[in-house]
């Protein structure tokens, strides 16, 4: 069911809104006079819609679109999540007719420190003055409680700039007129169009998205740059953009007291003995330190410095293994065990470095999910406190370990787990990967070292029949 609705704008929500329930009067939402003029609500039953206003004399608009699928057999296969510096975005079947009944949701995102750009090359959907039929809404953000950008419908075609890095594109159509639907492509630029670029990191890469104009107005263009490695160049245009490898192209890497950093740079080359353009070299580092990737980017252009600097996240997994091989990782959620069962798990860092090792220093159990008490520690601070659990081979980016199901799960119906990892450079003598059990006493990990928290769950035990049980 979609809404589009105006209400008095100058009411409060407690005078006028329009509420959404369920068959057993449960909210599903309340639009309000400042509510995004498009939304959207689900239902497995009947709905109730309830409309407030107050005693002003204005002429207010509602309307809403209700429909029911079997989505198993008519939903439409599309939508999904994108992320890069750059993409397209097509209905279903473009350029040819969408299939009624389409329902698409894209959430994108690119680089951090940049912001969306939009270009439509093609809209040919249902036009209505209000796109109340068939419609294309946009959101400045993650998900589609964020801000209304805009809502598009009928042929045209137009460009929009986003507040952020991540939007959210949904297409929606109903059961009659099916036209040609709609293409846009999305690009990377600078957050600021006066600022050289950004930086942002990754367990594999850096990111560095260059404004051309600015190296337009240096006198270089994209194919007079390279890192460290003259073979290693820009992966587009326009926006520039380099991915800049962790372990090539140049990059050198650093452990300092403990910190991790990778650094390279991307330089214009001249052809010639002299030049009159200004020498430009750009200077990109991701530095690994506590709880965080800090960013730093700056730029020489004859002696005058510019510095950029950010913060970023890593990516690390922790997964349930059914066997101690670990060739194939559980994918099924909740994960069902017997009682004393051994559960092995692996915990990983998604880096292409393959000096990367990582250390499980606390590790503890709860029924809950918010880690609320009850809670039982299996490892604390690098040191062992339940008889079961047991560290074994690690490696690259890896480590596991096992314990055997308690009987924790005999009076709570499920648990979860929570760790602490740590992750070092295996050639960083007297890291905290190396230091092992750690008292409270003697703990000090420091200002800089890289660590992180990983949660999985839940975990339940196996029903059995009454014979099994009996037995």
């Known amino acids: 069911m979609f809404f589009s609705c105006s209400l008095n704008p ?81 209905s279903p079947n473009y350029p040819n007719r969408h299939q009624p009944f389409t329902y698409c949701v894209w959430n994108v995102k690119t680089p951090k420190n940049t912001i969306a750009n939009l270009s439509f090359t093609e809209i040919f959907i249902e036009p209505d003055s209000n796109c109340r039929f068939d419609f294309i ?68 890469s850096m990111t560095v998205v260059l404004n051309p104009a600015y190296i337009s107005s240096l006198g270089y263009d994209a194919n007079d740059l390279t890192l460290i490695d003259k073979t290693c160049g820009p992966i587009s245009a326009n926006p520039i953009v380099f991915e800049v490898p962790l372990t090539s192209c140049g990059t050198l890497k650093k452990v300092v007291d403990h910190t991790i950093s990778y650094t390279n740079s991307i330089s214009a080359s001249t052809v010639g003995v002299i030049t009159r353009h200004r020498q430009l070299q750009v200077i990109v580092t991701c530095e690994l330190g506590k709880d965080s990737i800090a960013e730093i980017m700056y730029v020489t252009e004859d002696d005058i410095i510019q510095e950029y600097t950010g913060s970023g996240d890593y990516d690390v997994s922790l997964a349930f293994y059914p066997t101690e091989d670990f060739s194939t990782p559980v994918q099924d959620s909740p994960y069902f065990i017997e009682l004393d069962e051994t559960v092995f798990l692996q915990a990983t860092v998604q880096s292409s470095d393959a000096n990367l090792t990582v250390f499980v220093d606390t590790c503890f159990a709860s029924p809950q999910a918010n880690f609320q008490s009850p809670n039982y520690d299996l490892i604390r601070s690098g040191c062992i406190k339940d008889d079961t659990y047991n560290n074994i081979q690690s490696g690259s980016g890896y480590a596991r370990f096992t314990f055997s199901a308690f009987k924790f799960l005999n009076i709570h119906p499920s648990l979860y787990l929570q760790c602490q990892l740590v992750i070092c450079d295996s050639n960083d003598a007297g890291s905290r990967c190396d230091q092992g059990c750690i008292t409270r006493e003697r703990r000090d990990l420091g200002s800089k070292v890289w660590r992180t928290n990983a949660v999985v769950g839940p975990i339940l035990l196996k029903r059995h029949n009454e014979p099994e049980a009996a037995g």
Not at 157 to 179: G, I, K, P, Q, R
């Open 137 to 204: 809404a946009l959101f400045d953000g993650p998900n589609t409680h964020s801000p209304l950008k805009d809502v598009l419908c009928g042929r045209t075609v137009t460009e929009l700039e986003m507040s952020s890095n991540s939007f959210t594109l949904v297409f929606s159509a109903d059961y009659a007129n099916s036209y040609y639907g709609f293409s846009v492509d999305y690009t990377a630029i600078p957050l600021s169009s006066n600022s050289l670029g950004s930086l942002s990191c990754s367990g594999d």
């Open 10 to 90: 100058s009411a409060d929500c407690s005078q006028e809104n329009i509420t959404v329930m369920d068959e057993n009067f449960e909210q599903l939402g309340v639009l309000c006079p400042n509510s995004n003029r498009i939304a959207e609500f689900e239902s497995s039953g009947n709905v109730y819609i309830r409309a407030t206003t107050n005693s002003y004399s204005l002429i207010r608009t509602i309307y809403f679109f209700f429909y029911s699928l079997n989505l198993a057999n008519e939903a439409v296969d599309c939508g999904g999540d994108l992320s890069g510096t750059s993409g397209t975005i097509s």
